[in-house]
DNA sequence: ATGTCCACGTGAAGCC
DNA sequence: GGCTTCACGTGGACAT
């Protein structure tokens, strides 16, 4: 992830190396390279020293016989040492920004590095079903209907099982007069369908003006295009016919 | 984040306690509470033997001198293993759980934690914006300005700066009646938007009659509710003022 | 007092 | 060989 840039090694780059610090690094390691030989000489001279302010004892080297191999083991370890706290270091980061990107109630009771990283699979859940619905709902709406599972196709224009119900379309001035006849009872007939029709189509209903017959409705509604290049009557009489007896 | 069960301490509950293990738990630690003491006993006594196979050796106990506190901080100890060991285990779940819902093209050529874990940030921001749009373009279409960045919370009942215009929601039978009178001009008032919220709010328009006077319109809608328990009136009111004004 | 959580240093395994 | 990553055991901080 991240390599070691040159003239860094064994020192810090960032002036804090943690906020929390445990206070393992009092005033060595700060200074420059030759905290490395004071660190190796008090590691290396590490018999039995008990002394517990320098509490890190990782014990002599009891590797293959090789001469200088302790003086170059501890100078590996203390790299290695350095390069093992960059990497929590950066991990942490990856927690807080993994963390402050939950919303808030996903993150407010949990504290723990456990329970954020819990809440963002959740949350990662959640979002991808809410993306996935979104773009259905979308589909629907721009009434592309999959094209391959519209086996209304028979019965989009053909209007032979729906009680006399005529739609016209009448383009008037900047916008349609619709005009929609039907012999219903008032709860079969969904005005809302015509309506959301229209609504999605860019259409503004101006007026809407039912009557009430006897036997059936007659809705008059006038509706002003934003876009009349854009309007097609002969289509629209069908997504309307379609959308009453679908 | 997981407590730990009676009868659980000490060992594991899970045949296999990692899929890398180090081969660190031979044979005891598995097979009861005898390998406590067993432990125990080769920690108290690892005094200064060398034998390599034994590797950990957290030294003897020097804290403030008391009797048997030895052995108790042996108990302490490799109680606090496990469940580091525990906590260890869960996280790594969490790592591979966070990774398996990452598509494969964010995966792809990274393999470390920090990887995948930068990954799921990015994926999640992704995610966000994909969502933020998504929603913006459905509200678009339905004509809704928003409702998020809708600053208007001030206008949402004064109407200082609002022309003339009444609405009223009345319940009768199964769902409202809405009359809307205004002095708007025709191009000015969106009857469109009242539409939209009453569709939003699951409100079948039955009836819409628009009477228009000389100097403004009078809009007569009939609405029945799906729910009539959710239907709150003043709300309603409200919402559709804060629609025709916004 | 007890439990939870985090950072540390270290050894080893994997990957150039 | 070096370099990176991971799991480990441990101490200490914090909360309960």
Chains 1, 2 share one sequence.
Do not use: W
Not at 12 to 22: K, L, N, R
Request: glycine letters at 4%; proline letters at 4%.
């Amino acid at each position: 992830m991240f390599t070691l840039q040159p003239g860094d090694e064994l020192v810090f780059g960032t002036p804090s190396i943690s906020e929390h610090d445990h206070k393992l690094f009092p005033d060595n390691l700060i200074t420059g390279h030759a905290c490395i030989e004071t660190n190796i000489i008090n590691f290396s001279s590490s018999s039995s020293n008990n002394n517990n302010e320098q509490r890190d004892l990782p014990r002599f080297r009891p590797r293959q016989g090789q001469s200088r191999s302790r003086d170059e083991y501890n100078i590996r370890r203390i790299l290695h040492r350095n390069i093992e706290r960059r990497r929590r270091q950066e991990m942490s980061n990856l927690y807080t920004s993994l963390r402050s990107l939950l919303p808030l109630d996903h993150v407010k009771g949990r504290r723990s590095v456990c329970d954020h990283m819990q809440e963002a699979v959740n949350y990662i859940q959640h979002m991808q079903k809410n993306v996935q619905e979104l773009r259905s709902h979308r589909d629907k709406l721009k009434k592309l209907p999959n094209l391959s599972s519209t086996k209304a196709a028979a019965v989009s224009n053909g209007g032979d099982n729906l009680p006399n119900c005529s739609v016209t379309v009448e383009v008037i001035r900047d916008g349609v007069e619709i005009l929609i006849s039907s012999s219903m009872k008032n709860s079969e007939f969904r005005l809302s369908r015509v309506l959301a029709e229209l609504l999605e189509r860019q259409l503004n209903v101006v007026t809407c003006v039912s009557t009430n017959a006897k036997e059936g409705f007659l809705h008059k509604i006038q509706a002003e295009a934003s876009d009349m290049t854009k309007l097609d009557p002969l289509l629209l009489q069908e997504r309307l016919t379609k959308a009453i007896i679908s």
